[in-house]
Protein backbone atom coordinates (compact mmCIF):
# COMPACT_ATOMS: atom_id res chain seq x y z
CA UNK A 1 0.00 0.00 0.00
CA UNK A 2 1.06 3.29 -0.64
CA UNK A 3 0.08 7.28 -0.07
CA UNK A 4 -0.37 8.85 -3.32
CA UNK A 5 -2.03 11.78 -1.20
CA UNK A 6 -1.77 12.96 2.27
CA UNK A 7 -2.93 16.83 3.38
CA UNK A 8 -4.70 18.41 6.58
CA UNK A 9 -7.17 21.28 6.30
CA UNK A 10 -10.06 23.16 7.61
CA UNK A 11 -12.32 20.59 6.12
CA UNK A 12 -12.77 18.00 3.38
CA UNK A 13 -15.56 17.21 1.06
CA UNK A 14 -15.91 14.41 -1.50
CA UNK A 15 -18.98 15.00 -3.55
CA UNK A 16 -19.84 10.91 -4.71
CA UNK A 17 -22.03 12.23 -6.97
CA UNK A 18 -19.26 13.85 -8.94
CA UNK A 19 -16.67 12.19 -8.09
CA UNK A 20 -14.58 14.81 -6.59
CA UNK A 21 -12.91 16.54 -3.79
CA UNK A 22 -13.06 19.69 -2.41
CA UNK A 23 -10.25 20.80 -0.04
CA UNK A 24 -10.65 23.94 1.90
CA UNK A 25 -8.22 26.09 4.18
CA UNK A 26 -5.76 23.78 3.68
CA UNK A 27 -2.80 23.95 6.93
CA UNK A 28 0.57 24.09 6.45
CA UNK A 29 1.16 26.60 8.55
CA UNK A 30 0.12 27.95 11.88
CA UNK A 31 0.44 31.20 13.58
CA UNK A 32 -0.12 31.09 17.19
CA UNK A 33 -0.44 34.43 19.39
CA UNK A 34 -0.02 32.12 22.84
CA UNK A 35 0.29 28.37 24.04
CA UNK A 36 -0.64 26.18 24.82
CA UNK A 37 -3.56 26.85 21.40
CA UNK A 38 -6.36 24.09 20.70
CA UNK A 39 -6.80 23.66 17.10
CA UNK A 40 -10.63 23.60 17.00
CA UNK A 41 -11.12 21.11 14.48
CA UNK A 42 -8.58 19.33 11.21
CA UNK A 43 -9.12 17.24 8.59
CA UNK A 44 -6.63 14.63 7.46
CA UNK A 45 -7.31 13.27 3.32
CA UNK A 46 -5.84 10.49 2.08
CA UNK A 47 -5.77 9.10 -1.07
CA UNK A 48 -4.31 5.27 -0.97
CA UNK A 49 -3.42 3.33 -3.73
CA UNK A 50 -2.69 -0.78 -2.82
CA UNK A 51 -1.72 -3.38 -5.35
CA UNK A 52 -3.71 -6.05 -6.49
CA UNK A 53 -2.58 -8.98 -3.60
CA UNK A 54 -2.87 -6.67 -0.20
CA UNK A 55 -6.41 -6.69 1.31
CA UNK A 56 -9.21 -5.03 0.59
CA UNK A 57 -9.36 -4.32 4.25
CA UNK A 58 -5.88 -3.56 5.70
CA UNK A 59 -5.29 -4.12 9.34
CA UNK A 60 -3.04 -2.06 11.41
CA UNK A 61 -2.86 1.45 9.78
CA UNK A 62 -2.57 4.19 11.70
CA UNK A 63 -2.94 8.12 11.56
CA UNK A 64 -0.18 9.13 14.31
CA UNK A 65 0.32 13.41 15.03
CA UNK A 66 3.63 14.18 16.55
CA UNK A 67 4.99 17.47 17.88
CA UNK A 68 8.28 18.00 17.60
CA UNK A 69 9.01 14.36 18.20
CA UNK A 70 6.33 13.91 20.86
CA UNK A 71 3.62 11.63 20.18
CA UNK A 72 -0.16 13.58 20.64
CA UNK A 73 -2.39 11.20 18.81
CA UNK A 74 -2.34 7.61 17.62
CA UNK A 75 -5.32 5.58 15.98
CA UNK A 76 -6.23 3.18 13.55
CA UNK A 77 -8.10 4.03 10.39
CA UNK A 78 -10.71 1.75 8.81
CA UNK A 79 -10.16 1.52 5.49
CA UNK A 80 -11.86 -0.42 3.04
CA UNK A 81 -11.15 -0.48 -0.47
CA UNK A 82 -13.88 -2.91 -1.60
CA UNK A 83 -11.71 -4.70 -3.83
CA UNK A 84 -10.75 -1.20 -5.59
CA UNK A 85 -7.44 -0.34 -6.67
CA UNK A 86 -7.43 2.51 -4.38
CA UNK A 87 -9.40 4.64 -1.73
CA UNK A 88 -9.97 8.53 -0.46
CA UNK A 89 -10.13 8.24 3.33
CA UNK A 90 -11.15 11.47 5.75
CA UNK A 91 -10.32 11.41 9.16
CA UNK A 92 -11.56 14.30 11.19
CA UNK A 93 -9.74 15.38 14.26
CA UNK A 94 -10.59 18.06 16.72
CA UNK A 95 -9.33 19.82 20.07
CA UNK A 96 -5.66 19.22 19.08
CA UNK A 97 -3.94 20.72 22.37
CA UNK A 98 -0.33 22.34 20.72
CA UNK A 99 1.78 23.52 23.41
CA UNK A 100 4.77 25.15 21.88
CA UNK A 101 6.18 26.26 18.89
CA UNK A 102 7.83 23.59 16.45
CA UNK A 103 7.01 21.23 13.80
CA UNK A 104 3.22 18.95 13.75
CA UNK A 105 3.85 15.76 11.98
CA UNK A 106 0.66 14.04 10.65
CA UNK A 107 1.47 10.70 9.61
CA UNK A 108 0.59 7.30 7.89
CA UNK A 109 1.84 4.36 9.77
CA UNK A 110 1.73 0.65 8.45
CA UNK A 111 1.45 -2.19 11.29
CA UNK A 112 5.21 -2.46 11.18
CA UNK A 113 5.61 0.95 12.46
CA UNK A 114 6.72 1.62 8.51
CA UNK A 115 6.13 5.54 7.45
CA UNK A 116 4.45 6.02 4.28
CA UNK A 117 3.18 9.35 4.32
CA UNK A 118 3.37 12.45 6.27
CA UNK A 119 2.17 16.14 6.06
CA UNK A 120 4.18 18.56 7.89
CA UNK A 121 2.93 21.70 9.15
CA UNK A 122 4.80 24.68 10.75
CA UNK A 123 3.91 25.91 14.23
CA UNK A 124 5.33 29.52 14.95
CA UNK A 125 4.48 31.89 17.88
CA UNK A 126 3.27 35.27 16.48
CA UNK A 127 2.48 36.65 20.15
CA UNK A 128 4.73 39.21 22.03
CA UNK A 129 8.00 38.06 23.14
CA UNK A 130 9.50 37.71 26.44
CA UNK A 131 11.75 40.92 26.97
CA UNK A 132 13.91 41.08 30.19
CA UNK A 133 13.40 43.76 32.97
CA UNK A 134 14.86 47.22 33.08
CA UNK A 135 17.97 47.20 35.00
CA UNK A 136 18.12 49.95 37.89
Known amino acids: MKVILLVCSDSVVIDQRRNSVSI ?13 FVIQRMSVLTIL ?13 QLV ?3 SGQELFRDHMQLNFLHHPSLRHVYELQSIVVTAPGTLKVSIMLADQTEIGTWEILVTNIGPRATSAPQA
Not at 24 to 36: A, C, E, G, S, Y
Not at 49 to 61: D, M
Open 49 to 61: AKSANEPSEPRGV
Open 24 to 36: FNLIDVLNIPIFP
Open 65 to 67: LTM
